[in-house]
């Protein structure tokens, strides 16, 4: 990591620099996607409107060091933008400038900065948001303050503030600039909490019943996103033993991720062993020895901005003992009879409760509880949630229709000192899958990486690559 101290020194401009064959990625969004999402919205909106949607904040790591940047998936569903400072104005009916022209959306984008991009990479720009993204009213954000629209006159002006934003003093173009600007044009007081509710709470029913429903392209993504999830699964299947650290299992998954292009992961990466696994967001992965327990794994790849969920749970040894397959394999009957409720149509009401009734029968049987009703000490979260563009993403309705993915996944976790006999402690199960709902029934996505007990150790059999990968023991202490 250079130092910026050196900035002066590099004066080399990105900027113009044409390369003949650029090797990246050719599997994006088509411009006409974002358009046909945009035009989307705009035919749910209501009357007289104005919706906004702000890029997310960068978020500083240390010193002069930010992290990743991640951008408001809404902002990408609608643009493909991936940079931050900008924001989008979609109307609801076309709006006429002072020389005539009309327009349905404004769009106010970072500005390039050729020395700024030689450290911070390469911008698009107006002209690049025109030509990659198709969107021909873009402006610089510096534009935004003085730029003739009177927001104020709309009777319904939808919008979510950015989270966690600090919102500077000055008048600038960064996105602190860009609120503050849209608050005076708009005429909005942030006093009006009330007023405030009601944008957020109408943007995201506007955006989560778009969000809700995969079209074509997304559903696409999704099952590259979990195909790749599920071949991270099935390497560390392969590789793993008693002396791997819970670090180098995350690796493992993440490095396969990398390998098939995933960019990132669509959230922190859950490796826990033996009781760690009982923590339902345990990302710290600080065992430096799995041993031979069980190992929970939910990590899920970001693929252009969609992100799978999936969960297994394996036996380190690779076989798994007579007491954690009675466990497993009640955890997997519950996820088969919530797979069976699963249809246009259905809810996750029903399919949580067909979870629960397994569960709990399950449970009772083995003497782990004496009462079913106590089932819910051992299975503390929901069965499911859908994912997109965000790891739980929005959803408008509680019903189930044609075109949504969702994970269902149900668990058991028995903590140390649980009330039970001690044989149980610290064993903890999940196994989480992604489906397609479909008209008649859905589709497992997911399918790649194996589920059941016998599936799960032929594929532990099996040889790894990783199996005659050494480092050399370090110097250092
Ligand atoms: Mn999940």
């Not at 990591?1 to 910026?4: E, G, L, Q, T, Y």
């Not at 957020?200 to 995201?204: G, L, P, Q, V």
């Not at 409720?341 to 949580?352: E, H, I, M, P």
């Not at 949630?385 to 997109?388: N, S, V």
């Given at each position: 990591?250079?130092?910026?101290l050196?900035?002066?020194?590099?004066?080399v401009?990105i900027?113009?620099?044409?390369?003949a064959?650029?090797?990246?990625?050719?599997?994006?969004?088509t411009?006409e996607?974002?358009?046909?999402?945009?035009e989307?919205?705009?035919?749910?909106?209501?009357?007289?409107?104005v919706?906004?949607?702000?890029?997310?904040?960068?978020?500083?790591?240390?010193?002069?060091?930010?992290y990743?940047y991640?951008q408001?998936?809404?902002?990408?569903?609608?643009?493909?933008?991936?940079?931050?400072?900008a924001?989008l104005?979609?109307?609801k009916?076309a709006?006429?400038?002072?020389?005539?022209?009309t327009?349905k959306?404004?769009?106010?984008v970072q500005?390039?900065n050729?020395?700024?991009?030689?450290?911070?990479?390469k911008?698009?720009?107006?002209e690049?948001?025109?030509?990659?993204?198709?969107i021909?009213?873009?402006f610089n954000g510096s534009?935004?303050k003085?730029?003739?629209v009177?927001?104020?006159k709309?009777?319904?002006?939808?919008?979510s503030?950015?989270?966690?934003?600090?919102?500077?003093?000055s008048?600038?173009?960064?996105?602190?600039?860009?609120?503050n600007?849209?608050?005076?044009?708009?005429?909005?007081?942030?006093?009006?909490?009330?007023?405030?509710?009601?944008a957020?709470?109408?943007?995201?029913k506007?955006?989560?019943?778009l969000?809700?429903i995969?079209t074509?392209e997304e559903t696409t993504?999704?099952?590259?996103?979990?195909e790749?999830?599920?071949?991270?699964?099935?390497?560390?299947m392969?590789?793993?033993?008693?002396?791997?650290?819970e670090?180098?299992?995350?690796?493992?998954?993440e490095?396969?991720h990398?390998?098939?292009?995933?960019?990132?992961?669509?959230?922190g990466?859950?490796?826990?062993?033996?009781?760690?696994?009982?923590?339902?967001h345990?990302?710290?992965?600080?065992?430096t020895?799995?041993?031979?327990?069980l190992?929970?794994?939910d990590?899920?790849?970001?693929y252009?901005g969609?992100t799978?969920?999936?969960?297994?749970?394996i036996?380190?040894?690779?076989?798994?003992?007579?007491?954690e397959?009675l466990?497993?394999?009640?955890?997997?009957?519950?996820?088969?009879?919530?797979?069976k409720?699963?249809?246009?149509?259905?809810?996750?009401?029903?399919?949580?409760n067909?979870a629960?009734e397994?569960?709990s029968?399950?449970?009772?049987?083995?003497?782990?509880?004496k009462?079913?009703?106590?089932y819910?000490?051992?299975?503390?979260?929901?069965?499911g949630?859908?994912?997109?563009l965000?790891?739980?993403d929005?959803?408008?309705?509680n019903?189930?229709?044609?075109?949504?993915?969702?994970?269902?996944e149900?668990?058991?976790y028995?903590?140390?000192?649980?009330?039970?006999?001690k044989?149980?402690?610290g064993?903890?199960?999940?196994?989480e899958?992604?489906?397609?709902?479909t008209q008649d029934?859905?589709e497992?996505?997911?399918?790649?990486?194996p589920?059941?007990?016998?599936?799960?150790?032929?594929?532990?059999?099996?040889k790894?690559?990783?199996?005659?990968?050494?480092l050399p023991?370090?110097?250092?202490?």
């Open positions: 990591m250079f130092k910026r050196f900035t002066f020194l590099v004066v401009s900027a113009n620099t044409s390369i064959q650029d090797f990246e990625p050719k599997d994006y969004f411009k996607f974002h358009a046909n999402r945009r989307a919205l705009r035919n749910s909106m209501p009357e007289s409107s919706m906004a949607v702000f890029a997310f904040p960068m978020r500083n790591f240390s010193n002069d060091v930010d990743l991640h408001n998936p809404d902002l990408y569903y609608f643009t493909g933008y991936k940079e931050p400072d924001v104005f979609i109307f009916d709006q006429t400038d002072d020389k005539g022209n327009y959306e404004l769009f106010f500005k390039r050729p020395m700024q991009e030689s450290w911070t990479g911008r698009l720009g107006t690049g948001v025109k030509e990659k993204l198709g021909n009213m873009a534009d935004f003085d730029f003739p009177d927001l104020s709309f009777t319904n002006i939808i919008y503030l950015p989270p966690d934003l600090v919102m500077a003093k008048e600038t173009v960064n996105l602190a600039g860009l609120v600007s849209f608050l005076r044009k708009a005429n909005i007081s942030l006093d009006q909490t009330t007023n405030v509710n009601t957020r709470r109408t943007y995201y506007l955006t989560g019943q969000r809700e995969k074509p993504m999704l099952r590259k996103a979990v790749i999830s599920c071949q991270g699964q099935n390497e560390v392969k590789a793993a033993h008693a002396n791997m650290s670090f180098e299992i995350q690796g493992l998954h490095f396969v990398k390998k098939y292009g995933a960019e990132n992961v669509g959230y990466s859950i490796i826990g062993a033996g009781e760690n696994g009982c923590i339902l345990y990302v710290t992965n600080t065992k020895k799995v041993g031979n327990s190992i929970l794994m990590v899920g790849a970001e252009h969609y799978a969920d999936v969960t297994r749970t036996p380190a040894s690779g076989k798994f003992t007579a007491d397959k466990i497993y394999q009640i955890v997997y009957d519950a996820q088969e009879a919530a797979f409720t699963l249809k246009d149509g259905s809810s996750f009401a029903a399919a949580s067909a629960n397994v569960i029968e399950g449970l009772f049987k083995l003497g782990i509880i009462d079913k009703k106590d819910r000490k051992y299975y503390t979260h929901g069965l949630h859908h994912i997109g965000d790891v739980h929005r959803a408008a309705t019903k189930l229709l044609k075109n949504m993915v969702i994970t269902i149900p668990g058991i028995i903590a140390p000192n649980s009330d039970c006999d044989k149980w402690w064993m903890a199960v999940r196994i899958d992604d489906v397609l709902i029934g859905y497992l996505l997911s399918s790649f990486a589920r059941s007990i016998a599936d799960v150790e032929k594929k532990m059999a099996e790894s690559a990783l199996d005659n990968f050494k023991v370090l110097k250092s202490k």
